[in-house]
């Protein structure tokens, strides 16, 4: 056991010793290796800072070239600022010495300006001397000069633009309204406010009037008209101013007659079956017009209206023969110029259907009619027709300017209606004075039942240069303040004589 431990104690010791002889060696390399360290890092250390101050002189060195390249450079733009304030002292120099040159031309200008102007003013007063007049009535001579020149220009170019203008547009105007005239040759019936019915003898007027005038106040009372019975052999006549209410009377008359019995029963009876008759005759009527003139797809009470017009006259002209002329002329007006021949005989034949009412409503038959087409549907184009042809309201169609021309050349036509003596005269009266209410007239006179103004002029006061714009302004008067069918022409007259006598 002693061993043991003996044993135990004596390796322990040597394990002991041989490991403080190792640390020992371990130490010892320990401070080689650490010696090696510290002098390998001071040379390094003497490496890098030589190679420090090598960078910093070179750095240096480098930095002493460019500020000598900077200051040459700073030298150089002196040198060159220098040079520049040498040549702009010496260019304002020559600028004040030009302002100066300048100033003194200008001294001379106004100096010549002044004497010109005094020069000027001498030569004026010498030329007013001369010429014996101021320079304002110098300058209003060349105004009237020149006015005159201009007057006679514009003269000349209207007269040229208008030749040129009726050589190209009357030929062709006046072949479409020979050949529209020419083909609406209709025959026209002049209706008055009277209607003779014919007696078989002078006995049945008593039975006309009855006892104690029973007979003919019933007829009068039915059908609105006054009977006239007086000395005309085997006549009697029927007056009023309604020529449907006429018609129904003088229908019932005879029916009447031919009956032989007369008495207020049998007159009441008679005169009803006239009223449905003349109903029926409407209607015929308004069917024919359609027929005649290829518009079709009318309503049947603007058919009954159409029929109606039969009956009623216009400055004694039939309406629905003029309605139906105009329609036809405006058919063929509008087939020259390519447009649609049925919408144009349509319009014309309906341009005055307000008429068939016009005694009946109230306003002008142009409204009246216009509703009437508005109520049943009719074309826009048609209604602005009826509505314009009169010139109530703008055309807003070729449509509706043709209507206008052949309502015009319905109504031109001589023969196609009547107006009073009174009318006439008076309307010859008005021409004359439009005609002679401008200056330079002489005379005038209104010729041709009114369809030409002949005018004298004084040679003096109108040159024939003026003749021109004296008749545009005459015809724009009379188209103004002046109310005529068809056209007026304007004819200025413009003679210079010389007379002498041989002793």
Known sequence: MVSLASGYFIGNHARKSFLEEKLGISEE??????????????????????????????????????????????????????????????????IEQKEQQTQEKLDRVEKTKATLEIMEQEKTLELEKVAGLTAEEAKQYLLNTIESELKHESAMLIKNIETQTKMDADKKALDILTNAIQKCASDHV??????????????????????????????????????????????????????????????????LIIDGRIHPA??????????????VLMREEGEAATFETGVHGLHLEIIRLLGKMKYRTSYGQNVLRHSIEVANLAGIIAGELGLDVRLAKRAGLLHDIGKSIDY??????????????????????????????????????????????????????????????????????????????????????????????????????????????????ITKKIEKELEYPGQIKVNIVRETRAIEYAK
């Open 266 to 279: 049998r007159i009441e009876e008679m005169v009803e079956k006239a009223t449905k008759e003349i109903e």
């Open 29 to 94: 390399k320990s401070r080689q290796i650490i010696d090696g360290a510290i002098k390998t890092a001071e040379a390094q250390k003497r490496e890098i800072l030589l190679e420090a101050k090598e960078e910093s002189i070179k750095l240096k060195n480098e930095a002493e070239r460019e500020v000598k390249e900077r200051r040459s450079e700073l030298q150089q733009l002196e040198r060159r600022l220098l040079n520049k304030e040498e040549i702009l002292d010496k260019r304002n120099e020559l």
């Open 360 to 473: 009946e409503q109230e306003g002008s038959h142009v409204t009246i009619g216009a509703d009437i087409c508005r109520k049943y549907g009719e074309n826009n184009v048609v209604i602005n027709a009826v509505e314009s042809h009169h010139g109530d309201v703008e055309p807003t169609s070729a449509i509706s300017v043709i209507v206008q021309a052949a309502d015009t050349i319905s109504a031109a036509r001589p023969g196609a209606r009547r107006e009073t003596l009174e009318t006439y005269i008076k309307r010859l009266q008005k021409l004359e004075e439009i005609a002679t209410s401008f200056e330079g007239i002489e005379k005038s006179f209104a010729i041709q039942a009114g369809r030409e103004v002949r005018i004298m002029v004084v040679p003096d006061q109108v040159d024939d240069d003026g003749l021109v714009l004296l008749a545009r302004d």
């Open 190 to 255: 002049v209706d008055t406010t009277v209607s003779v019915v014919v007696l078989p003898n002078d006995e049945m007027k008593g039975r006309i009037i009855g006892r104690e005038g029973r007979n003919i106040r019933t007829l009068e009372t039915l059908t609105g008209v006054d009977l006239i019975i007086d000395d005309t052999p085997e006549a009697v006549i029927l007056s009023g101013f309604d020529p449907i209410r006429r018609e129904i009377a003088r229908i019932a008359l005879e029916k």
